[in-house]
């Protein structure tokens, strides 16, 4: 796991208007991207969006390290969920509750009233809560990477960010309506209320932001459980693959994000099942043991040689340790497991770049231009892409990934600049040359909106 100081998002600093430092130091929170996590998240959104009238696709869903339970939605259709949340819930059906309730925020409109206070709030708060974690997210590390985040939390929490109870009044019933609709239980809705109900005595300092940004009434408690009673699904449990999916989750995050002392109180020795053993191996890697990591690591591929995520995990060790050659073939096979993925794709390319074998310049090609078909904004497959480009003697298309990439990253002097390179050198009337005129398009509005 690596730490990403990220740019700031291009397309973000246009639609909000708002003028932010180039950098934000990392603080309190953070950027999680993980394939694995990503999979298991959006095979618990998908539905939902679905039965909402949504288009999973139109949707960003962004993981913030942050131990408080939170989870909020922002113009745009962007939907924020912190680590703390999914390591506190105990069921898959707590995390759906909660993602159906901010499905229906969106579904209602609720996030279209906040575009003018989003446009005049302070940059800070929109750099800590939209602009840094969009910003955060094009960069495309292909494991677990904190990234950015600014201060400001609970000033956006208190105001951007909070909901009036009728509001969350419609957002619950129409959170109802999309679990049933999906046929699984609101009950993980009621019991992820009950939680922040024994917060209620709290200061509103240690409360958590959840409960100060979305107000709690006994109405809705009680709205909930007679919506428990009378749901068909009621008694309905999550199924084993989504149970098994969150328990691999919840260990991930506990592997790479606590301590080794911490991991080994939630999962002892004794423990000796799949998320355990999977906790286990990866903080004892974080933790510096790199053997012991990679002889936790080899017993799970052994048990499951086609689950694409261990053989990941082994590839990053192996990669992040220097061990290139090594690293090389569990990355291919991890891909090969699973072709689809961008960020397998990246990991891989990145990989075949940094082992700077000529034989490899092509596969590694191929693998950028699949990620950046599924995350074209990916300013660190735009940067890979350059170097590959580049090792071609392709100056042309170097320049215009080196532009694509200063676009992605919101400096426009600098994406203005090599597009106009770039066009100098292609082809006139080529893609190449057709795209780097858009670039250089781009680049002028946003120099003019700053």
């Excluded at 955060?136 to 985040?149: D, K, N």
């Excluded at 990679?294 to 995520?309: R, W």
């Excluded at 676009?407 to 600098?414: F, H, P, S």
Aim: hydrophobic share 40%.
């Amino acid at each position: 796991m690596r730490k990403i100081i990220a740019p700031l998002f291009a397309a973000l600093l246009v639609a909000l208007a708002a003028t932010v430092p180039a950098r934000v130091e990392a603080k309190e929170g953070q950027l999680v991207r993980d394939a694995e996590i990503e999979d298991i998240i959006r095979a618990y959104t998908t539905p939902l969006f679905q039965a909402a009238g949504l288009s999973p696709n139109d949707i960003k869903v962004y993981l913030i390290r942050d131990s408080r339970l939170n989870a909020f939605v922002t113009p745009g259709l962007r939907m924020f969920i912190n680590t703390g949340l999914l390591m506190r819930a105990e069921t898959p059906l707590q995390v759906i509750g909660v993602i159906a309730h901010e499905t229906g925020h969106l579904a209602a409109g609720h996030t279209a009233t906040r575009g003018d206070a989003l446009s005049q709030a302070s940059a800070t708060v929109i750099a800590s809560y939209v602009l840094g974690l969009g910003a955060a997210l094009l960069t495309g590390h292909p494991e677990l990477a904190p990234a950015i985040v600014s201060g400001g939390q609970d000033i956006a929490l208190k105001g951007l960010l909070s909901y009036t109870r009728s509001q969350e009044s419609t957002a619950d019933q129409m959170a109802v309506r999309f679990l049933n609709g999906t046929h699984q239980s609101p009950r993980g809705l009621l019991e992820f209320m009950k939680i922040l109900g024994g917060q209620e005595v709290l200061y509103n300092d240690n409360q958590d932001p959840y409960l100060r940004s979305h107000p709690l009434t006994q109405d809705r408690i009680a709205f909930l459980e007679d919506q428990v009673k009378k749901s068909p699904y009621s008694n309905k449990p999550a199924s084993p693959e989504l149970v098994a999916m969150h328990n691999r989750m919840r260990a991930k995050l506990y592997g790479f994000l606590e301590p080794l002392d911490r991991v080994l109180q939630v999962y002892p020795e004794t423990d000796e099942s799949l998320p355990a053993r999977y906790a286990r191996a990866i903080a004892h890697y974080q933790a510096g043991d790199i053997d012991l990591g990679l002889k936790l690591t080899n017993a799970l591929i052994e048990e499951m040689p086609k689950d694409p995520y261990f053989r990941e995990l082994k590839g990053q060790m192996l990669f992040e340790y220097g061990r290139l050659a090594e690293a090389l073939p569990e990355y291919q096979e991890a891909v090969r497991l699973r072709p689809r993925s961008p960020q397998l794709r990246l990991g891989l390319a990145q990989v075949e770049i940094e082992t700077n074998r000529p034989d490899l310049n092509g596969a590694a090609l191929e693998n950028i231009e699949a990620t950046l078909r599924g995350e074209p904004d990916n300013s660190i497959a735009w940067r890979l892409a350059a170097i590959a480009y580049g090792r071609k003697g392709d100056v042309g298309m170097a320049a215009l990934a080196l532009a694509e990439r200063a676009l992605a990253q919101g400096k426009a002097k600098e994406a203005k600049e090599q597009a106009g390179r770039a066009q100098e050198i292609l082809p006139p009337g080529s893609p190449g040359a057709i795209r780097a005129a858009d670039i250089t398009g781009l680049a002028d509005q946003l120099i003019k909106n700053n």
